[in-house]
């Protein structure tokens, strides 16, 4: 190392610091040693605010009577001066400092430490955003104003981007918009950002660190000489203050205690899974270091350090868990409730059973004793809120990260020897063994304040927890060997239970007459099978269905039984039973007055019961005419149907809950329609087409097709119909092919994720301009159906009028990012090819309009010419360019979905769905707790190539063969078209065809020397 570089002391000579959380556990420690370590820093100016009544001058005085603060007192109580109290809070926009504080800073101070935050993982997202995100905005301000700054560290924690399994020294992107989120959280009720909060932290695990991955991001934009210090799993002191020194319980001490006194049994674990342990006093000295390293190179961009213990010297789980115990019964703490035992485990059932009677039963049975005896009840209230505390850390001990912190070994070998040894920070020189002892005697004594004299008689009370913990299981042991004889009479119990339990759902339509427009649709199918497979009460199915094609409604009737949709529930009921069951209405939804007869609209005034309305026009690029017609005015038609309706129950419009895009969180409630859609029905009756679709842009205005404006103003009619008869709006998300059943993966379109499958499956598409990490809602039919069903079945059976929108969308449990999407597809797509593959699939997701197009031209429309020309040079009539040409349209329609992106509270509906007994919670299952994914999107190829593409599974070998052909096509014509940019640069660059001949000279030498020789 070079001489002239300063050690640390003294490029902190005559400096100030200020620090921010000082008087937290990692606060305190950070001020202890720059006063032991520095001697000739100038002061240390730290930020208190008013706490519990407690005013900041009473909390620092505090600080300074407790370790580690005490010991400087005692032995340099010179030092203690050099400790300045500033008065201010970090969520206060400009910290709350006097005019006075505020000019010292900024003249004065060169270092700063923003350490303040909560580490608590149950905040509320405000909480969190206001406490974690915003203090180091108001903090980086003040920064900025700093007249000397020469360092600024930022204490993170390295789990802030724990959604990734390798995590380095370097800057994620933020999870969201910080003014997106601050204006959420400032415009929108508590009780809906309880609700959204899962959503929003986009699979980080709690607000916590969700709060700090949006601190990283201001630090990284903030054009300060920054360092982000991100710290792991922070314990007890290894060396300094003193060995095992801690003053909190949070993370593995409060499990080190709760198991220690015998009150926690059991813990959700992977007992080989690494535990990143870094020791209070060695974390400090790595920040000290991170500071003196960004004062010295003065970065344009943040240094990133994972301060983490490595892999060098791994500690497990599991290590940790049985030194623990090993340490906590030589050394047991005072007042154990019960002898120190349990262990861990992955399962999440075992886990539950060993809770319910290690932790629960215990406690209500030593409550009853307590209350018996004139006392206060307090156990169970303990175990409440410990196994609350275990749920919130039970996602760290189920997982596995890899951190790597090569810039914090870098950092140890750019200290002289003599830093080194003063601020240590090398984790193999840590003996978890004996660490570990100290630790524990650390927590009794710094924690718990069990003075080491107090060990003899605990000794003596584990002694007899041992022989009692002994008595109680032999005991229980007996008890359940005894209860095993009445197995027998508690199953026949249960199952006659369980027979009791019958299905609401198919109570509420029994002998109702259901009329479904939109019956011949996607959803319309499945709709019709279910209602005739799992509710065969019901008295009859009207379908309302138009002639098509020269197909009278009859016929379309025949040809939906024939689809193999339909084949379980023939076999199930009979195809003769099925037909009777279902009646068709000659009508058409274009027209006025639906063309209904007036002998079918009688009959329908006096029979129907149900209505579901699911007929649209679902095209994206729908002539806006023609769109009105048949979804607006066909639902205002249907309306009209319904008031006439004698015996209504229930009238059910199924819209989208993509049509009102403009609010970037959508609730479950009636939005008002973007114009009269009254006044739109009238002018596009009497307008002609040219000069409705000349105006159709003005119209639309934000709405991006006429699809979703037409639903909104759908909708509108409904809610303008809801005093006059029962209705409700139904709102399914991205509806896709069927989960479960009939017929898992069947579809009969290429609408969503399918056709983009199939598309990158062909080899013909091969760009798309979409934001990869954005996702879209998607929701499997089979389930959207089940979901149409149990919102009924409230409306209908549990008569809940209050709620008139349901989202039936898929919250978190299908939530796929796009990038996601096309990655999983392309590796089933491998394993089950298409035939007449036309490429090898490949391409990707663009960001940037620009390289999509690009890609376009090149990979979509150059091959599309050269391949019709060969087509057609072979007799044949070219089709590829007007596939692409297609395939652009659709995406142009599609990409607006594919950049945005949207949340839906769907809190209604999820409360119709806690409302389903065990039987209908089976029968309509409305969940995707079970999901696999890959299963999934495999079954909807395998079934995209039958029913679609027609495409049998013998002829799957052939297509493999096929695809691999085609790879090495692939290969050979990526190596030609190098080799032929390499010769055209070369032909235009004469010093680039210099290099090029000398590299294959000095390649080439060798073979000819050899030879030679």
């Known amino acids: 190392m070079a001489s002239d570089i300063p050690s640390i002391s003294e490029w902190l000579q005559g400096r100030n610091v200020f620090i921010t959380g000082g008087s937290g556990f990692m606060g305190k420690v950070l001020i202890y040693k720059l006063l032991v370590s520095c001697d000739h820093l100038e002061n240390i100016f730290v930020l208190i605010r008013k706490k519990k009544d407690v005013d900041p001058q009473t909390r620092l005085q505090c600080m300074i009577k407790e370790n580690p603060l005490k010991i400087i007192k005692e032995k340099y109580p010179e030092k203690i001066e050099k400790i300045k109290l500033i008065q201010g809070d970090t969520t206060d926009e400009h910290l709350a400092l006097s005019t006075a504080d505020k000019q010292r800073l900024l003249k004065e101070v060169s270092i700063v430490f923003h350490m303040a935050a909560n580490v608590k993982f149950d905040l509320t997202l405000k909480q969190a955003i206001t406490i974690n995100t915003l203090g180091t905005k108001n903090v980086i301000n003040l920064a900025k104003e700093m007249e000397h700054l020469q360092s600024f560290i930022h204490v993170s924690t390295s789990y802030c981007h724990c959604n990734e399994s390798v995590l380095e020294e370097k800057n994620y992107p933020a999870p969201i918009e910080l003014e997106k989120i601050i204006k959420m959280v400032n415009d929108t009720t508590d009780d809906f950002q309880k609700i959204m909060t899962p959503k929003i932290l986009q699979g980080l695990p709690n607000t916590y660190a969700f709060s700090k991955a949006l601190a990283e991001d201001l630090v990284q934009k903030s054009g300060l000489p920054a360092g982000v210090a991100r710290p792991s799993i922070v314990v007890a002191s290894w060396k300094e203050p003193m060995p095992g020194w801690i003053d909190n319980m949070n993370g593995p001490t409060g499990l080190m205690v709760g198991a220690g006194k015998g009150v926690i049994r059991t813990v959700l674990c992977n007992y080989n899974y690494l535990l990143n342990l870094i020791p209070c006093d060695m974390a400090i000295n790595a920040m000290i270091g991170l500071a003196w390293k960004v004062g010295r190179e003065k970065p344009e961009k943040p240094i990133f350090m994972n301060i983490t213990s490595g892999l060098e010297n791994p500690i497990s789980w599991g290590y940790a868990v049985e030194t623990g115990k090993k340490y906590t019964i030589m050394y047991p703490f005072s007042g154990l409730l019960w002898y120190p035992g349990g262990s861990i485990t992955t399962l999440k059932f075992y886990h539950w059973i060993r809770v319910i009677l290690f932790h629960y039963i215990p406690a209500i049975f030593i409550d009853i004793i307590i209350f018996l005896t004139g006392n206060k009840p307090f156990l169970i209230r303990v175990h409440q809120k410990v196994n609350n505390g275990i749920g919130l850390i039970q996602y760290y001990t189920t997982k596995e990260w890899e951190f790597r912190n090569d810039r914090m070994k870098k950092l140890q070998l750019e200290l002289n020897s003599s830093d080194r040894e003063k601020f240590f920070m090398d984790t193999k020189a840590i003996s978890w063994d004996s660490y570990m002892l100290k630790y524990i005697l650390g927590v009794r004594q710094y924690c718990l304040k069990d003075d080491l004299s107090t060990i003899p008689r605990a000794r ?43 299905d609401r759902i198919e109570e509420s339509f029994k002998n109702q007459n259901i009329l479904i427009t939109g019956g011949t649709g996607f959803l319309g199918k499945v709709i019709v099978e279910k209602f005739l497979r799992c509710l065969p009460d019901i008295k009859q199915i009207y379908l309302l269905i138009r002639t098509k094609h020269e197909k009278d409604p009859k016929y379309r009737l025949e040809e939906i039984f024939n689809s193999p949709l339909f084949e379980k529930v023939k076999k199930q009921r009979g195809a003769e039973t099925l037909k009777k069951s279902v009646t068709v209405i000659n009508g058409d939804m274009t027209l006025p007055g639906l063309s209904l007869s007036l002998e079918d609209r009688k009959m329908l005034c006096e029979k129907i019961n149900i209505v579901y309305h699911a007929a649209a026009s679902v095209r994206f690029d729908e002539m806006l005419k023609k769109a009105v017609l048949l979804n607006t005015r066909g639902t205002k038609e249907m309306l009209e149907l319904a008031k006439e309706m004698k015996h209504l129950k229930l009238f059910a419009y199924i819209s989208t809950a993509y049509c009102h895009l403009e609010e970037k969180i959508l609730e479950e409630k009636p939005y008002p329609p973007p114009i009269d859609p009254h006044k739109i029905i009238k002018c596009v009756e ?178 599309a010419y050269f391949i019709d020309a ?77 029913y679609i593409l027609n495409e049998p599974p013998e002829t799957l070998p052939a297509a493999r063969r096929h695809l691999r052909i085609m790879y090495w096509i692939d290969v050979i014509t990526k190596i030609f078209f190098l080799i032929l940019l390499i010769y055209i640069f070369a032909s235009w660059n004469e010093s680039f065809k210099a290099l090029l001949i000398g590299s294959w000279s000095f390649i080439t030498q060798p073979y000819y020397i050899n030879y030679s020789h």
């Not at 119909?721 to 029962?726: C, D, G, K, S, T």
């Not at 960001?847 to 376009?856: A, D, E, F, G, P």
């Not at 007799?875 to 950049?899: A, S």
Request: glycine share 6%.
């Open 460 to 502: 003596k009370v584990i002694r007899y927890l041992y022989f009692a913990d002994w008595f109680v299981k032999i005991g229980l042991t007996i008890f359940f060997i005894w209860f095993l004889f009445l197995d027998k009479f508690i199953i026949r119990s249960a199952e006659s239970k369980m027979e009791e339990i019958f």
């Open 686 to 863: 009497w307008m002609d087409d040219d000069v409705v679709e000349a105006m159709t842009g003005k119209i639309l205005a934000h709405f991006p097709n006429t699809y979703a404006f037409t639903k909104a103003l759908s909708e509108a009619l409904v809610e303008e119909a809801m005093p006059y008869i029962p209705a409700i709006i139904l709102r399914p998300s991205i509806v896709i092919p069927i989960w479960k059943e009939p017929l898992p993966g069947w579809t009969d379109n290429i609408n969503g994720p399918t056709g983009i499958l199939i598309g990158a499956g062909k080899g013909v598409l091969r760009t798309m301009y979409c934001n990869g990490s954005s996702y879209a809602d998607f929701l499997p039919v089979d389930i959207a159906v089940n979901a149409i069903l149990a919102s009924s079945w409230n409306f209908i059976y549990c008569k809940d009028h209050e709620k008139r929108v349901y989202h039936l969308t898929s919250s978190n449990e299908f939530k796929v990012p796009w990038e996601e999407i096309i990655a999983r597809g392309r590796k089933i797509t491998e394993r089950v090819p298409l035939n007449g593959v036309v490429w090898y699939p490949g391409g990707s997701i663009k960001k940037s309009r620009l390289m999509h197009n690009i890609c376009v031209f090149f990979f979509h429309i150059i091959p």
């Open 870 to 946: 060969l087509i057609f040079l072979a007799g044949y009539k070219p089709i590829m360019c007007r596939v692409q040409r297609r395939i652009q349209k659709g995406f142009e329609v599609f990409e607006y979905y594919t950049n945005n992106q949207w949340d839906f509270d769907n809190s209604n509906f999820m409360e119709v769905r806690s409302k389903l007994n065990p039987v209908e919670y089976a029968k309509y299952q409305v969940h995707g707790d079970d999901m696999d994914i890959d299963a999934y999107f495999e079954a909807c190829i395998r079934a995209a190539r039958i």
